[in-house]
T-cell receptor
Framework: AQSVAQPEDQVNVAEGNPLTVKCTYS??????LFWYVQYPNRGLQFLLK??????LVKGSYGFEAEFNKSQTSFHLKKPSALVSDSALYFC????????????FGTGTRLQVTL | NAGVTQTPKFRVLKTGQSMTLLCAQD?????MYWYRQDPGMGLRLIHY???????AKGEVPDGYNVSRLKKQNFLLGLESAAPSQTSVYFC?????????????FGNGTRLTVT
């Protein structure tokens, strides 16, 4: 069965510093990987996705993610964090052949402080 | 363009009562989903639909029913609410034809069952 793990419940970063939010996955086929962000009292918003090709994927709001097949990881990164990046971040995986099912991680709360 | 609209935004039910959550999307998306979000558990798929008149069970379907009579609407029903169904419910939709299309989420319905 497919699954994703987000090992950190919360990540604290000072504004201007680089940030990393970790995600590892487990699937039996080729993975499609996604990152979503959730602001308070809102639904999830799509940030970026990995399908095939380049291992470094660029997305919205200056975020990027690095796909590492050998480590089965898809970490979210940003070179310089902003206070407005503070939110809940979810990693998700969809396996080829199961087009209708997306499995989410438990989420990581990012807190960026001045 | 409203996107995905969920009604109501908040609801309090007593154990044993019934209710229906409505999801409407104006993007002509074929696929629609109902998720629940609970602290520390991420999002879990309740039911989904790949087209008008068709529905399927997700990870946690027990205690819920759904209907997709019109392409733009996806209803989630609780026939006899239980405290374990206290949660935030999110509807999402996406276009069919490509497995990597992102989900578009509504802003959620916060349900409390006492």
């Amino acid at each position: 069965a497919q699954s994703v793990a987000q090992p950190e419940d919360q990540v604290n970063v000072a504004e201007g510093n680089p940030l990393t939010v970790k995600c590892t996955y487990s699937v039996s086929g080729n993975p499609y990987l996604f990152w979503y962000v959730q602001y308070p009292n809102r639904g999830l918003q799509f940030l970026l996705k990995y399908i095939t090709g380049d291992n470094l994927v660029k997305g919205s709001y200056g975020f990027e993610a690095e796909f590492n097949k050998s480590q089965t990881s898809f970490h979210l990164k940003k070179p310089s964090a902003l206070v407005s990046d503070s939110a809940l971040y979810f990693c998700a995986v969809r396996v080829t052949g199961t087009a209708s099912k997306l499995t989410f991680g438990t989420g990581t709360r990012l807190q960026v402080t001045l | 363009n409203a996107g995905v609209t969920q009604t109501p935004k908040f609801r309090v039910l007593k154990t044993g009562q019934s209710m229906t959550l409505l999801c409407a999307q104006d993007m002509n998306h074929e696929y629609m989903y109902w998720y629940r979000q609970d602290p520390g558990m991420g999002l879990r798929l309740i039911h989904y639909s790949v087209g008008e008149g068709t529905t399927a069970k997700g990870e946690v379907p027990d205690g819920y029913n759904v209907s997709r009579l019109k392409k733009q609407n996806f209803l989630l029903g609780l026939e006899s609410a239980a405290p374990s169904q206290t949660s935030v419910y999110f509807c999402a939709s996406r276009v069919a034809g490509t497995r990597n299309s992102p989900l578009h989420f509504g802003n959620g319905t916060r349900l409390t069952v006492t």
